[in-house]
């Protein structure tokens, strides 16, 4: 399984803070000595980790040009958690269950984005089919921002079925579409509950609508008729996030 590059102060930050024992590298760039840099460096040293000095060219290379402002980490790979995993959390909740279903969302970029998003929400994990769904990757890690490391995203080998046990143990079932009759902003959105995002244009499949306990819409006002996923995805979660808070 190839390394996983992480770039960017950010990225590595958050990975040095979170997740040092993925890191098997870190380069910095030959003659930085600025603050930002060596604010890296600080972050290595109690983690144990050995920063190499390479050249900006290396750094080009190896984050095949993007902004690496001077900081590379070369990590073992995060790997998804599986249905023991969802169980466990479950039982281990010490609050409402609060989780984002994502159903057929195959960019990298947006899986990024819904874990960004789910991180800032208090979702307590992400879950996904197997197939027919973006994986954990280096453009996830890097447009997560962090939250992919503290995230849990679980990959379901058959999403109905985890719908099922999701709603046996109490877990009410929220689906998002457009011909829905209810908005979000009317729908009750407190207690146990998870919020299920189909992919863009083609929505939820018909077996994952069926598990849904109701559906809601996000209103739309202007000529574009359906918004990028992982800013539906905030719409209607920090709707429950203020639903919650009140509750």
């Avoid at 983690?47 to 993007?66: A, C, K, N, T």
Wanted: proline share 4%; net charge negative; charged share 25%.
């Amino acid at each position: 399984m190839e390394d996983e590059i992480l770039f960017g102060q950010h990225a590595v930050r958050t990975a040095l803070k979170r997740d040092s024992k993925r890191i098997k590298r870190l380069l910095v760039q030959q003659g930085r000595n600025d603050e930002r840099i060596q604010q890296v460096i600080d972050l290595a040293a109690p983690v144990h980790v050995r920063p190499e000095r390479v050249s900006r060219q290396e750094l080009d290379r190896l984050s095949d040009g993007g902004v690496h402002q001077g900081v590379l980490v070369l990590c073992d790979p995060i790997l998804s958690k599986d249905e023991a995993f969802l169980d466990q959390l479950l039982d281990d909740l010490e609050t409402a269950p609060f989780l984002l279903v994502l159903d057929g969302v195959t960019d990298p970029h947006n899986l990024g984005a819904c874990l960004r998003t789910a991180d800032a929400a208090g979702v307590q994990a992400v879950i996904a089919p197997k197939d027919k769904s973006a994986p954990l990757n280096s453009t996830v890690s890097k447009v997560a921002c962090g939250a992919a490391e503290v995230v849990p995203y679980v990959q379901v080998t058959n999403l109905a079925r985890t719908l099922q046990m999701l709603q046996e143990r109490g877990i009410w079932i929220t689906g998002t579409a457009g011909e829905a009759e209810q908005m979000v902003y009317d729908a009750s959105l407190t207690g146990p509950m998870a919020l299920i995002m189909g992919a863009e244009g083609k929505g939820m499949r018909r077996l994952t609508r069926e598990h849904c306990d109701h559906l809601v819409k996000i209103p739309m006002s202007g000529e574009v008729s359906s918004l990028n996923v992982s800013v539906a995805a905030g719409v209607c979660l920090f709707e429950a996030v203020r639903q919650r808070s009140l509750a």
